[in-house]
Nanobody, 120 residues
Framework: DVQLQASGGGLVQAGGSLTLSCVGS????????IGWFRQAPGKEREGISC????????YYADSVQGRFSISGDFAKNTVYLQMNSLKPEDTAVYYC?????????????WGQGTLVTVSS
């Protein structure tokens, strides 16, 4: 059974830090790109960071560049998102996603989301 489990959300004051974890089961992270997305109330889901398991390259959206850091322990099928200098506008449900292309087939899995609330 393929699953992605996101965890680590919670309530934190502005300026604080949280670390989110995304654990995959039922499939290896080999050749997947693992991404973190977030959706704030009344807003569309946005991609904020991803990491390529093939070479460890990373990407950050401008909104989190310099504050968030993504890393992976692919032997444990786990990806982390270290979030520092949190702002109230970072409040959202955070989702992890794993995606891989196999020829014309795209494998695309989502976790259930974890809520991050940043108080001012």
């Amino acid at each position: 059974d393929v699953q992605l489990q996101a965890s680590g959300g919670g309530l934190v004051q502005a300026g604080g830090s949280l670390t989110l974890s995304c654990v995959g089961s039922g499939f290896p992270f080999d050749d997947y790109v693992i991404g973190w997305f977030r959706q704030a109330p009344g807003k569309e889901r946005e991609g904020i960071s991803c990491i390529y398991s093939s070479d460890g390259s990373t990407y950050y959206a401008d909104s989190v560049q310099g504050r968030f850091s993504i890393s992976g322990d692919f032997a444990k099928n786990t990806v982390y998102l270290q979030m520092n200098s949190l702002k109230p506008e970072d409040t959202a449900v955070y989702y992890c996603n794993a995606q891989r292309r196999d020829g014309v087939l795209i494998r695309d899995y989502w976790g259930q989301g974890t809520l991050v609330t940043v108080s001012s």
